[in-house]
């Protein structure tokens, strides 16, 4: 998904600052699988201009994500070294983050660098990151960080992540 | 409703995932093979990670400013809800599987019904710790089904900690007056219509792991209420020791 679907629908014309936001927000990575932005993730629900300030609404992962506080600060620190850090962040748990909202962009950028994508719910096969074939075993549901688990390949025998489908 | 039975109630469901969560991270180093250390340290962090959610809004129902920090670290045994079973000691690993599987087993239900609560926080919080449970469960069902249809050793074990376990079971189930005036306003849900559907998604997996389900007994304890068993105290001073000695640090 989108970030920009989230977008309430809006009376006035959007504020010039919130393309800034969005732009200086493609820069800041998750620090665990740092070739993904927080918009290539999915977890920036909204930004908003309004006479009070601009806010931001940000989504957690996991519950338990260690690096949603870090993530957090990124932003922050992001924000106002583009002069915008009078911007409010929100935490936004309803609904809950769903790694549907991963972006093509993302899901490109986490093959690439060796994670297999979330697969969509309907269709469950998994392939290897590294030679592409789908005869691979799942070694656990729970891997190097809450978001991933860990699979092992049978044709180029390599470990690999999978980022989790939830 | 007084904010007062609020704040208890959802300090119950924030203690049970808290000290449910200290137990699994004492694992950490510790598990037979480095995969199962990875999960039990990753559903400790879901667990704490709920805890947190679950008491940053206690501590704003209380209104008397304290923090989540200061509601896990700086209270004593008798203040806090969990239930009983969350607070038993990990003992060997199969033991630590059947705690881990009945409390699952239970709080999925519990989160799926606390989905549709009158209180829309709440509401938020169980909708995402739902889908965290789901795999939380099938971890514990899965190591429990392996380990009861596995060899006589493996066998034994899990059937000791499930003839040791399940007293505290009825706890989970049984409404206390604080339950029902949370079932009556919405809140919660009805501990009576979770129990049958509990019993069934435990019985399957019990079929399954040919282990047999215990008689029923109760524990004359009650978590939920503060009274708990002794083990509770040890758990709290070590994980408290640190923010009691040195107030206010930082790290």
């Not at chain 1, 998994?126 to 860990?150: L, Y």
């Not at chain 2, 965290?132 to 060899?151: A, K, V």
């Not at chain 2, 050793?153 to 505290?168: I, P």
């Not at chain 2, 399954?208 to 708990?228: D, F, I, M, N």
Request: proline share 6%.
């Amino acid at each position: 998904m989108n970030g920009t679907l989230a977008q309430p629908p809006r009376a006035s014309a959007p504020d010039p600052r919130e393309e800034r936001v969005w732009q200086v927000l493609r820069s800041v990575m998750d620090p665990e699988i740092p070739v993904l932005s927080v918009i290539d993730l999915g977890i920036v629900r909204y930004v908003r201009g309004e006479a009070g300030g601009l806010r931001v609404g940000i989504t957690p992962t996991y519950s338990g994500c260690p690096a949603t506080e870090v993530i957090q600060r990124s932003i922050r620190e992001a924000l106002a070294r583009a002069g915008l850090q009078e911007t409010v962040l929100e935490t936004v748990l309803s609904p809950p983050w769903s790694s549907e909202w991963l972006t093509e962009e993302g899901r490109r950028k986490l093959e690439a660098f060796g994670i297999a994508a979330p697969t969509a719910r309907a269709a469950s096969a998994v392939s290897c990151p590294r030679c592409g074939c789908q005869d691979v075993e799942r070694v656990s549901e729970f891997g190097s960080t809450p978001c991933k688990a860990h699979y092992r390949c049978h044709e180029c025998l390599e470990p690999f992540d999978v980022f989790k489908c939830i | 409703m007084s904010s007062e039975a609020r704040f208890r109630y959802v300090l119950r469901l924030a203690d049970t995932s808290l000290v449910l969560g200290q137990r699994l991270g004492e694992w950490v180093g510790h598990a037979p093979a480095l995969e199962e250390d990875l999960a039990l340290a990753n559903i400790a962090l879901d667990l704490i990670g709920q805890a947190r959610l679950f008491l940053a809004y206690a501590g704003e129902l209380e209104g008397r400013g304290r923090t989540e920090d200061a509601l896990a670290f700086l209270r004593d045994a008798p203040e806090f809800y969990n239930v009983s079973l969350a607070e038993q000691p990990n003992e060997d690993f199969g033991h630590t599987i059947v705690r881990q599987f009945l409390i699952d087993a239970w709080q999925l239900e519990l989160y799926e019904a606390l989905s549709g609560s009158t209180d829309t926080r709440l509401a938020e919080i169980a909708a995402k710790a739902v889908k965290e449970t789901r795999y939380h469960l099938r971890f514990s069902s899965g190591w429990l089904i392996r380990l009861g249809d596995g060899t006589a050793e493996s066998h034994g074990r899990v059937e000791q900690a499930l003839d040791a376990l399940w007293r505290f079971t009825d706890e989970l189930l049984t409404p206390d007056a604080l339950d029902e005036q949370m079932a009556a306003a919405g809140i919660g849900p009805s501990l009576a219509m979770l129990r049958p559907r509990w019993e069934e998604r435990v019985g399957a997996v019990l079929d399954e792991a040919t282990l047999k389900r215990p008689a029923a007994s109760q524990y004359p304890w009650h978590g939920k209420r503060g009274v708990h068993s002794e083990h509770l105290g040890h758990m709290l001073a070590e994980m408290q020791h640190l923010p009691r000695t040195f107030p206010g640090a930082t790290w």
